[in-house]
């Protein structure tokens, strides 16, 4: 069980020998209450300044682009960016292709197609059909894969369709067949779009079938990865061909740099296609605690690691500095431990074969 904020504040307390708090009385705390409640906060602000790249705080985005638009902001939740992982993709069209929890999104064709929970979730047909209107560039080919599950391991296939409109046949009428009833069928093929509406459209017919998932994007854009610079390289190098105003000079990102705010990030060349998404990962910002039920983030085994800095700032307080320096160094020996579990390190390959330097007779 995750350690709340009451628990957490009651255990400085106590060691103070400070009346403690309970749920109902927590809000209205005062005096030195209060202060070991903003302690507690300010020693979690101090384990994470200390220690950011906690991988406990590690995410990854995915930030769409637009054509013309090369600055993007980063999350609210921003604090610090692996400048080593961005990926530049092309973006993934289908809503809700994969079917986590419900399958929200898909128009209802015959039948009363439905979500079950088997696998990581599924879009159930069962004698029913279902469909999705994705964005399209006329003229320009897609790629589509679908894996679907034969449940009573009748034999008979999904039909696949893309077209103009639902159950249309303009782009792509097909048929997956299973074979192999546990490892399921998956279908790879593609389509050359007619209109800048293109309907997915799948269907059951007279048998129960479970689709695992739906995917569709651009063909003619392969995942890659996005070289960093820094704002000056790109200042020296970069900006003056993007400021030319001339969309002859935008194309497929191959660059990313941070703004000097820290804030957002800028890709060159230029998008020259909406249909690009750029990913990454960054480290999280956390929420300070607030309510007595809130958890933090850190595994339990590191509380104490909080309220030893909580009752440093306490001591403090007291003008107390002897009790001050030894809390302060139960924290420095925690916080360590905290490096050397949690911190992300860069993995190596290192070769154990001996080279020695061997001088010739003159």
Known sequence: MATTYLTLTNKVLRELNE?????????????????VKD??????????NEAAEIPLLYA??????TTGDNEYDFPADFRKIDRDSFTIAPRELVTNGE?????????????????????????NLNSSAAYQAITTTVNKEYKLQVRVLDVNSSGTGLIVRVGTSAGGTQNLNTTLTVSDFGQGAILNTRFTATSTSSFIYLEASGVQLDVDYVRCSRSDVTRQKVLYISYDDYLQNYKSIDDRNDSDVFGTPAKVY???NFTAFGVTPIPSDDELTLSYNYYTTHTDLSAHGDNMSLPDRFAGLITDRAKYYTYM???DPQHAQLADRDYQRKLRLLKTDYSTKADYMRSDVRIYNVMSDR
């Open 99 to 123: 079917f986590a929890s419900n399958i929200s999104n898909w128009t209802t064709g015959d039948g009363s197609p439905s979500h079950t929970s088997s696998g990581n979730g599924r879009l």
């Open 39 to 48: 302690f507690v906060n300010k020693g979690i602000n101090d384990i994470y």
């Open 60 to 65: 990854r985005t995915t930030q769409n682009l």
């Open 19 to 35: 009346t403690e708090l309970t749920s109902s009385t927590f809000a209205s705390s005062r005096g030195i209450q209060t202060a």
């Open 317 to 319: 307080l007291r003008s």
């Open 258 to 260: 941070i703004l000097p």
